[in-house]
């Protein structure tokens, strides 16, 4: 049972990583195309 609990916290851990740098690209992403809206914008 403890060991089944290992593999699944292990398995949580992976995940969590995972998810937040796939988080952390979308937020890049979402700055850099804000980025270059703004300056689109002060472009004549």
Known sequence: ???LFNIF???G???HKRIA???F???KSVA???VY???AKHMP
């Open 1 to 3: 049972m403890k060991k």
């Open 9 to 11: 916290s292990n398995l």
């Open 13 to 15: 851990i992976i995940y």
């Open 21 to 23: 740098a796939s988080h």
């Open 25 to 27: 690209a979308f937020l």
């Open 32 to 34: 850099i195309c804000q």
């Open 37 to 39: 809206g703004l300056l």
